[in-house]
């Protein structure tokens, strides 16, 4: 039995706690999240031009067939991490589009995480009332 290969770039965007696993294979066009199409799972016009960003920037919008898995956080989150995951495969199949992609800003993983809470107070920063009597 003859195995066929496919030729597929896989890319892995995180955000906070979302996580986006990111596959680009030659094709039409289509993308789909989670089973679901890009217009069912990000509703509003921003999130999706915020995830097809990279493809913009370099004129290849439907050139590709995306497949995206995102878990984790919230859509703003998986939105972020998913357009990370789209610069990274994008980058590995030429090393060449690293400047433009990183002069935006597409590369870049923003390290910014939720800080824990502390015990004895009602939250990270937040302290219960003083009260002097």
Not at 53 to 58: I, N, T, V
Not at 84 to 89: H, N
């Amino acid at each position: 039995m003859a195995t066929k290969k496919i030729n597929e770039l896989i890319g892995v965007g995180r955000r906070k706690t979302a996580i986006a696993s990111v596959r680009l294979r030659k094709g039409k066009g289509n993308i789909d999240v989670n089973g679901r199409t890009l217009e069912e799972y990000f509703t509003t016009p921003l999130q999706r031009e915020t995830i097809l960003s990279p493809l913009k920037k370099l004129e290849l919008e439907g050139n590709y067939d995306i497949i995206i898995r995102a878990k984790g956080g919230g859509i703003e989150g998986q939105m972020i991490a998913a357009r990370l995951g789209i610069a990274r495969a994008l980058v590995q199949e030429d090393e060449e589009r690293r400047g433009s992609l990183k002069g935006e800003g597409f590369l870049t993983r923003d390290p910014r995480k939720r800080e824990r809470q502390k015990c004895g107070q009602p939250g990270a920063r937040k302290k219960f009332q003083f009260s002097k009597r």
